[in-house]
């Protein structure tokens, strides 16, 4: 028990950081209206590339047999390129709608 108070009260400004990171994420979204969901969403998965750098990094520094590092940047690695390709297809998709068709 101890153990976990003192990583509490060393993290203690991230925990409150990632707090406020919900609420806020909550209230933004939850003002968006339903007709820009999509197309906020959509956009927001095309610019995930940021978490595959990240978990690029994360693996690149990770020692050899830090296996929970390696595999958890792994699977960062393949959920967000799987993110950034299907906000890349929604907005291909909806942009589709609204050509000309001849």
Same mark, same amino acid.
């Given at each position: 028990?101890?153990?976990? %108070?003192?990583?509490?009260? $060393? &993290?203690?400004? /991230?925990? &409150?950081?990632?707090?406020? /990171?919900?609420?806020?994420?909550?209230?933004?979204? *939850?003002?968006? !209206?339903?007709?820009?969901? =999509? !197309?906020?969403?959509?956009?927001?998965? @095309?610019?995930? *590339?940021?978490?595959?750098?990240?978990?690029?990094?994360? /693996?690149?520094?990770? $020692? !050899? +047999?830090? &296996? =929970? @590092?390696?595999?958890? *940047?792994?699977?960062?690695?393949?959920?967000? =390129? %799987?993110?950034?390709?299907? *906000?890349?297809?929604? =907005? +291909?998709?909806?942009?589709?709608?609204?050509?000309?068709?001849?």
């Amino acid at each position: 028990m101890e153990a976990i %108070l003192n990583w509490i009260s $060393e &993290y203690q400004q /991230m925990i &409150y950081i990632v707090v406020l /990171m919900v609420f806020v994420g909550i209230e933004v979204i *939850g003002r968006v !209206p339903s007709v820009l969901h =999509t !197309p906020l969403m959509s956009g927001a998965n @095309a610019i995930h *590339g940021v978490v595959i750098i990240g978990a690029i990094i994360v /693996m690149g520094k990770a $020692e !050899p +047999d830090n &296996y =929970t @590092a390696l595999i958890l *940047g792994f699977l960062a690695v393949i959920l967000g =390129t %799987l993110n950034v390709v299907g *906000g890349f297809v929604v =907005t +291909d998709r909806m942009l589709e709608m609204f050509k000309k068709k001849k």
